[in-house]
């Protein structure tokens, strides 16, 4: 005859599986998101790959935030732009688009659509993306960056929060401060980065400098002293 469990015997069972758990599922849940960390590093880097191919196409000049159209286009859903009240704009996310190929490239696997992580590109005119391209330049040449490898292009960054002065909010296509970089808790406190010179990777919330006209890794050509 079989031995049957005890009910205490059941609930020492239980309570070990649910021990054994608490203390795996933290683990699996960083090793999930190292993942995505290392998808949002490679679609940044894609990015930022797709910014030196457009420039090679536009006299050496890197993707600008924005640019005026002429007249009305097709973005990449297939939709014609008309316009809007500030104007007829094409988006870096619309310029660069035919250098990168997809949508999913554009979206950070960690991100939270509608949430302060902006919003999913699906190749819409938006500003309130994933990832951000540096406001403190507009259209500059690769050449005229004086060092293109500590200068940051694009970031995982925010939609709708203060900036640090206090004063109003920004869109995420133009971050222009430090804490648009600094997305509550994105990849472990680490956003991704894409430089001017092509390459991305993570680093640590705190160890990017406040914006300035120094900083080398805010500003194309850094005025002195010059500084992180």
Same mark, same amino acid.
């Given at each position: 005859?079989?031995?049957?469990? *005890?009910?205490?015997?059941?609930? #020492? %069972?239980?309570?070990?599986?649910?021990?054994?758990?608490?203390?795996?599922?933290?683990?699996?849940?960083?090793? =999930?998101?190292?993942? =995505?960390?290392? /998808?949002?590093?490679?679609? #940044?880097?894609?990015?930022?790959?797709?910014?030196?191919?457009? $420039?090679?196409?536009?006299? !050496?000049?890197?993707?600008?935030?924005?640019?005026?159209?002429?007249?009305?286009?097709?973005?990449?859903?297939? !939709?014609?732009?008309?316009?809007?009240?500030?104007?007829?704009?094409?988006?870096?996310?619309?310029?660069?688009?035919?250098?990168?190929?997809?949508?999913?490239?554009?979206? &950070?696997?960690?991100?939270?659509?509608?949430?302060?992580?902006?919003?999913?590109? #699906?190749?819409?005119?938006?500003?309130?993306?994933?990832?951000? =391209?540096?406001?403190? +330049?507009?259209? #500059?040449?690769?050449?005229?960056? *004086?060092?293109?490898?500590? &200068?940051?292009?694009?970031?995982? /960054?925010?939609?709708?929060?203060?900036?640090?002065?206090?004063?109003?909010?920004?869109?995420?296509? $133009?971050?222009?401060?430090?804490?648009?970089?600094? %997305?509550?808790?994105?990849?472990?406190?680490?956003?991704?980065?894409?430089?001017?010179?092509?390459?991305?990777?993570?680093?640590?919330?705190?160890?990017?400098?406040?914006?300035?006209?120094?900083?080398? +890794?805010? %500003?194309?050509?850094? /005025?002195?002293? %010059?500084?992180?």
């Amino acid at each position: 005859m079989k031995k049957q469990f *005890t009910l205490i015997e059941l609930l #020492v %069972v239980i309570a070990i599986i649910a021990i054994l758990a608490a203390m795996l599922l933290p683990a699996l849940a960083k090793a =999930r998101e190292k993942a =995505r960390q290392i /998808s949002c590093v490679s679609n #940044v880097k894609q990015l930022s790959l797709s910014n030196h191919l457009y $420039a090679d196409d536009n006299d !050496d000049i890197l993707v600008p935030r924005y640019m005026q159209a002429a007249e009305p286009y097709k973005l990449p859903n297939g !939709d014609t732009f008309s316009g809007n009240a500030s104007g007829l704009w094409v988006l870096w996310h619309t310029l660069i688009y035919p250098y990168v190929g997809d949508y999913k490239t554009f979206n &950070c696997p960690s991100g939270v659509e509608g949430s302060k992580d902006g919003y999913k590109y #699906v190749g819409n005119y938006t500003g309130a993306t994933m990832y951000g =391209r540096n406001a403190w +330049f507009g259209a #500059v040449k690769r050449a005229n960056f *004086t060092y293109p490898s500590d &200068c940051f292009y694009f970031a995982d /960054s925010g939609y709708g929060i203060q900036s640090e002065d206090g004063e109003g909010y920004y869109n995420l296509y $133009a971050p222009y401060f430090r804490n648009n970089l600094t %997305v509550h808790g994105r990849h472990n406190q680490q956003p991704t980065i894409g430089y001017a010179d092509g390459h991305a990777q993570s680093r640590t919330n705190n160890s990017i400098p406040s914006p300035s006209n120094n900083s080398k +890794f805010w %500003v194309a050509q850094p /005025s002195s002293p %010059v500084k992180d």
